[in-house]
T-cell receptor, first 112, second 114 residues
Framework: DQQVKQNSPSLSVQEGRISILNCDYTNSMFDYFLWYKKYPAEGPTFLIS?????DKNEDGRFTVFLNKSAKHLSLHIVPSQPGDSAVYFCAASVEGAQKLVFGQGTRLTINP | DAGVTQSPTHLIKTRGQQVTLRCSPK?????VSWYQQALGQGPQFIFQYYEEEERQRGNFPDRFSGHQFPNYSSELNVNALLLGDSALYLC?????????????FGPGTRLTVT
């Protein structure tokens, strides 16, 4: 029962362009969503989050969009930089239940 | 400001043995969660500790147990190791006062069971 899905295992983007990573969820009780970046041999690093009362949250080059009716969120990175090459995980949680439910991850490669 | 730390970094155990993994939370955090990440998958929630008690548990057998100490550090114990327990074990900390919605992860312990 995969409640959070990242359907693209990998994505390749040219440096300077926009990277768009997508995530779908099935549990309508999820009310908080997060994106993490993970380099090899390191733990996931928190990037940005969004509450279900919002549809957009921006932090520098990173913007997360939430479409509750479609149960879909996306992470936009503009402009993409070589250091952005990593595996990106989306995660979701339910109010009162502290566990995070993760997607399978998308490997982003930024090409020079 | 120290982030989340975990020890050891790597561990090799034999099937049937027992293992203990350790985690120190980020300064100011009081809640510790443990996750298992298999190769090519996202992290899977094992359990969470707050005020030295298990607060929530994922779909993991009783072979997985934990403990939280008064200084908020935590241990994950796995008994009767199986080959399938080979994975990256991640510890995450959060602050319950902010509803703990943002969790910060340590570098993980890579466990190999042979």
């Amino acid at each position: 029962d995969q409640q959070v899905k990242q359907n693209s295992p990998s994505l390749s983007v040219q440096e300077g362009r926009i990277s768009i990573l997508n995530c779908d969820y099935t549990n309508s009780m999820f009310d908080y969503f997060l994106w993490y970046k993970k380099y090899p041999a390191e733990g996931p690093t928190f990037l940005i989050s969004i509450s279900s009362i919002k549809d957009k949250n921006e932090d520098g080059r990173f913007t997360v969009f939430l479409n509750k009716s479609a149960k879909h969120l996306s992470l936009h990175i503009v402009p993409s930089q070589p250091g952005d090459s990593a595996v990106y995980f989306c995660a979701a949680s339910v109010e009162g239940a502290q566990k995070l439910v993760f997607g399978q991850g998308t490997r982003l490669t930024i090409n020079p | 400001d120290a982030g989340v730390t975990q020890s050891p970094t790597h561990l090799i155990k034999t099937r049937g043995q027992q293992v203990t993994l350790r985690c120190s939370p980020k300064s100011g955090h009081d809640t510790v969660s443990w996750y298992q990440q298999a190769l090519g998958q996202g992290p899977q929630f094992i359990f969470q500790y707050y005020e030295e008690e298990e607060r929530q548990r994922g779909n993991f057998p009783d072979r997985f147990s934990g403990h939280q100490f008064p200084n908020y550090s935590s241990e994950l114990n796995v008994n009767a190791l199986l080959l399938g327990d080979s994975a990256l074990y991640l510890c995450a900390s959060s602050f319950i006062g902010l509803r703990g919605r943002e969790q910060y992860f340590g570098p993980g312990t890579r466990l190999t069971v042979t």
